[in-house]
């Protein structure tokens, strides 16, 4: 039984994996990608962003996100859908001027209304805000060009219209890395999904984005703690980008170090109390975004560049068959 098969026995509603567009025209990618009893839920890893889906002001092109969606829900495979707002990859259009405030609301707007109407019957969850808080010590929202132009209100400003052109029932997630300890910046996204609550702005799950590195990643205790932060608030979780990097060269021993965190994690979302599924940021070595980002780490996924599965996804497997 793939892992979506034993996670779903389990007690989850998927197992998924993040798709690229760049290795579309690989055929063992694709037959691992869109194998249901694997995978059962798939995210666009860079498709549905911003800069890919509304390249021109106002014209708006779904080529890249549907290249994952539309074949995925072929199968019968779950979508989150990945994202309406962040910093990163934006087109040049929007970030090149400069914008009043309620020109920016309705730019704002406009994509969520356009990006969620094609996607409306294909989404289960939507990552609404990415990212929106600093790394530092105290957590402060991130300077980027939301926060400047439109103020801390962009936030609830896309969850509003996120709800207002989504599908009813579709689940808006604020979604970030760095937050799967309880710390300052978990703490400060608990305090904006709490005060988005008391003053009954939609959102429904907070996205655990779990990237984590061997020797350095968060225990299950931490890890279930964080869970429990979010669900006492009455929102659910997700691992929405679960990869575990490696520091170079690779050896058997840190790949079982790595399908050692990959299972705690597993598990931790298993024991939470609304942790709905868990996401891998791709599950193939050679399209893991971590290389690029961080020279020197690497080999974060479950199957490795020979489409073997690791250690990793065995640790994942025995795991779920556990329960
Ligand atoms: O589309 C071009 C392609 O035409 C070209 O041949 C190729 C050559 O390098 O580049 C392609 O664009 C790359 C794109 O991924 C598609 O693969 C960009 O250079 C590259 O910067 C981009 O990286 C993505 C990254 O977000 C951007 O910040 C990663 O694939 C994607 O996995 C990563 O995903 C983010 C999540 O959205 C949010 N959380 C963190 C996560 C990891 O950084």
Redesign the pocket.
Same mark, same amino acid.
């Given at each position: 039984s793939g892992l979506d098969v034993l996670a779903k026995r389990a007690g989850l509603k998927y197992f998924g994996t993040?798709i690229?567009?760049?290795v579309l025209d690989n055929p063992t990618y694709i037959s691992i990608a869109h194998n249901r009893s694997e995978f059962g839920q798939v995210t666009p890893?860079?498709g549905q962003?911003w800069m890919y889906i509304e390249p021109v002001q106002n014209k708006f092109n779904f080529t890249l996100g549907d290249q994952i969606t539309v074949p995925a829900k072929k199968k019968g495979q779950l979508r989150r859908c990945?994202?309406f707002v962040?910093h990163? /990859?934006l087109p040049d259009w929007l970030t090149g001027r400069n914008w009043t405030k309620p020109e920016l609301v309705k730019v704002l707007e406009n994509h969520i209304k356009h990006e969620a109407k094609h996607y409306y019957n294909d989404c289960i969850a939507w990552d609404v805000v990415?990212?929106a808080f600093e790394d530092d010590a105290v957590a402060s929202l991130r300077k980027d060009i939301w926060l400047d132009v439109i103020g801390k209100e962009y936030i609830e400003l896309a969850f509003k219209f996120a709800r207002k052109y989504t599908k009813p029932g579709t689940k808006l997630y604020y979604?970030d890395?760095a937050i799967e300890r309880v710390n300052n910046k978990s703490r400060a996204v608990a305090a904006l999904v709490k005060d988005f609550k008391k003053r009954h702005i939609p959102i429904d799950g907070v996205g655990l /984005?779990a990237?984590y590195t061997v020797g350095r990643a968060p225990s299950y205790d931490e890890q279930l703690a964080t869970h429990k932060l979010f669900s006492d608030l009455g929102v659910e979780t997700a691992l929405t980008?679960l990869d575990v990097r490696i520091q170079l060269p690779d050896n058997a021993t840190l790949q079982a170090q790595q399908g050692a965190v990959y299972a705690n994690s597993t598990k931790a979302c298993l024991d939470a109390d609304d942790c709905v599924g868990i996401t891998v940021?791709?599950f193939w070595d050679p399209v893991s975004?971590v290389p690029?980002?961080f020279p020197g780490f690497g080999n974060a996924d479950i199957w490795d560049a020979n489409f073997t599965k690791k250690p990793a996804y065995y640790a994942i497997s025995d795991l779920l068959r556990s329960y």
């Open positions: 993040a690229d567009n760049v890893s860079n962003k990945h994202n962040w990163n /990859q990415n990212e979604n890395y /984005q990237h980008e940021w791709d975004w690029s980002t």
